[in-house]
């Protein structure tokens, strides 16, 4: 089984990530899509997150209706702050018979190049790379790796930073959240 690992925070989880996610089960040669919820990211300030367990409830919520999407709190257990080689390396020694590909924004692979040990990344899985509106004109140093895939799916560009600030704004964008995270987020009051 190839599964492809949609690493991120979820904070929320919107359609976007649903679309992008859907699309690539679909028409790539990926038969399930998980989303991974990082409890830490390196480059992200830990205070604006929501508790590990709440984005985990969304994404489980998102994607309960979806059977080859699934929710993974692979990374909750691990050292933090974690990098994207430990967790590969340990999915690989869990999994032994599974084959795990990434899953990236265009944005990510332009600074994939920085990323800890990537190397060792390309050299044992594939990146899926999904399109964005992006200023650097496809001059990334690894577009034409035998490893990165380019997939022609939907131009999402919703943020969920975008979602959070008009929440707190006291803006409607339920149509940007899939009912069930909606519904949670308006019962817990969350970004308010």
Excluded: C
Excluded at 42 to 57: T, V
Excluded at 101 to 113: K, P, Q, V
Excluded at 121 to 137: A, C, D, F, G, M
Aim: hydrophobic residues 35%.
């Amino acid at each position: 089984m190839t599964v492809g690992l949609y690493f991120g925070s979820f904070n929320p989880i919107h359609i976007g990530h649903l679309v992008i996610a859907n699309h690539l089960v679909e028409f790539s040669n990926l038969d399930q899509v998980w989303f991974v919820v990082t409890p830490h990211n390196p480059f992200k300030k830990k205070h604006s997150l929501l508790d590990n367990h709440q984005r985990l409830e969304m994404v489980y919520r998102a994607t309960k209706d979806y059977s080859k999407l699934k929710p993974s709190a692979i990374e909750f257990n691990l050292p933090q702050p974690n990098y994207t080689v430990n967790t590969l390396a340990y999915l690989q020694e869990t999994y032994p018979n599974y084959e795990f590909a990434l899953i990236m924004g265009e944005d990510n692979l332009n600074s994939f190049h920085k990323w800890k040990n990537y190397q060792v990344i390309l050299e044992n899985h594939p990146i899926y790379v999904y399109p964005r509106l992006s200023k650097t004109n496809g001059k990334t140093p690894l577009k034409d790796h035998k490893k990165i895939h380019r997939i022609e799916a939907p131009i999402m560009e919703i943020s969920s930073t975008f979602i959070r600030n008009a929440i707190k704004n006291g803006k409607n964008i339920k149509p940007l959240l899939p009912e069930p995270v909606w519904t949670y987020l308006d019962e817990m009051n969350f970004y308010k």
